[in-house]
């Protein structure tokens, strides 16, 4: 997308609210790969996403700095909660800084840990879940999950395009790419979905469980 029809349209969206701007800033001065980040128009169809399934019960995996987390958040019902998983514990402090400073503490479940490991713990069903992990796990978190969501409930997943990787040659050392095509072509063929990939920053899939 040219960068000025991007910024024509993040011009037109509504402006990031304070808490996500500094959430943003710290990530990009603090993180050694900030781009990981939702970012502000990826995090606005997170937030309008989820207010417009207004779900009970939100799965994420993979918590990064917490951004995305506090926009899925934003569509929850009354009483309603989201569990984000994060592996790296060395992010728990600012991940919990600024569920605090977002007034989401009742709101969001941190879980740190692997998310294969404790996904089967739950019993709760889901009615939307995030996967925004590490890609080469993709497909595993995918059939994971997806007998936890509710019938008519969604997954969306996030780097679906890989920067065109997907179409390209796979170096056979590059376990990320071929977890997303292996994901991406699972996906495709499951007859218990329907889905749909968006061609936003890096490629979200949205899908719909029958």
């Known amino acids: 997308m040219e960068k000025e029809i991007l910024q024509y349209i993040i ?23 900030p781009r990981m980040l939702s970012g502000h128009y990826q995090g606005k169809l997170l937030e309008f996403i ?8 939100i799965l994420e995996i993979g918590t990064f700095t917490g951004y995305s987390a506090i926009c899925l958040a934003k569509g929850l019902k009354d009483g309603g909660l989201l569990y ?17 400073k977002s007034g989401m503490e009742s709101k969001i479940k941190l879980l740190i840990g692997d998310a294969k490991d404790i996904i089967p713990k739950f019993e709760e069903t889901f009615d939307l879940v995030f996967i925004d992990a590490d890609k080469s796990e993709y497909l ?28 390209e040659n796979i170096q056979e ?17 499951d007859k218990r979905v ?8 890096d490629g979200l899939m949205l899908i719909r469980k029958k």
């Open 11 to 33: 011009n037109h969206t509504d402006r990031e609210d304070d808490v996500l701007a500094k959430l943003s800033r710290e990530t990009h001065l603090k993180t050694v790969q």
């Open 50 to 57: 989820s207010k417009m399934i207004h779900p009970e019960k």
């Open 84 to 100: 984000t998983i994060e592996v790296n514990d060395e992010r728990e402090n600012i991940i919990k800084k600024y569920i605090e």
């Open 140 to 167: 595993g978190y995918y059939k994971a999950v997806t007998d936890k969501v509710r019938k008519g409930g969604f997954i969306i997943a996030d780097n679906v395009l890989w920067d065109g990787k997907v179409i």
């Open 173 to 189: 050392d590059d376990e990320s790419t071929k977890g997303i095509v292996s994901f991406n072509d699972f996906v495709r063929n």
């Open 194 to 201: 329907e889905k749909i990939i968006l061609p936003i920053r």
